[in-house]
């Protein structure tokens, strides 16, 4: 009996490590806290108990985690992808994108510029490769026929 409240208790204590780091999700905690041994059950009611306590928010880490993301240069397809990796479904993107670049648009430009110069005329190769390079950032190929729309880009 003393074994097991000690199993929690470490447990427990193992989780608010983690998160006094900073945020997790749901999943990562269950997933980091079953590698190092501990039962799935314990550690699912566990985190449970501590979303409950408000300690810890899939919300919350979503936020982070997407404004973090978009300060990097990913786009919504690649951060959507991720945070369903991570357990998070269904979260809105766009409030934290208005908040943090103002619109995707505008994020896919400075994403480009950064990378590339202003080059009006691209061979066929290299309008491919920056298209491809911009699709792997998780902008969808809509928003870079848009971009190349309105920076006057073509190829041959």
């Not at 590698?35 to 936020?63: S, T, W």
């Not at 982070?64 to 690649?78: A, V």
Request: glycine share 6%; aromatic share 10%; proline share 1%.
């Amino acid at each position: 009996m003393a074994e097991e409240i000690d199993i929690v208790r470490d447990a427990r204590e193992k989780c608010l490590e983690l998160l006094a780091r900073r945020e997790h999700s749901q999943k990562q905690l269950v997933d980091k806290l079953t590698l190092k041994g501990y039962p799935i059950d314990l550690v699912e009611d566990i985190v449970c108990q501590l979303a409950e306590q408000g300690l810890q928010n899939d919300f919350r880490f979503a936020e982070c985690y997407s404004r973090q993301r978009i300060e990097k240069g990913y786009g919504p397809l690649r951060i959507q992808y991720e945070l369903q990796q991570k357990g998070v479904e269904g979260f809105a993107l766009d409030e934290v994108i208005e908040e943090s670049a103002g619109s995707w648009d505008g994020l896919l430009k400075q994403v480009y510029l950064r990378k590339y110069s202003g080059d009006k005329m691209l061979t066929r190769q290299e309008w491919a490769k920056r298209s491809r390079f911009l699709q792997q950032r998780g902008f969808s190929s809509e928003m870079i026929m848009n971009l190349f729309k309105q920076l006057a880009i073509k190829f041959d």
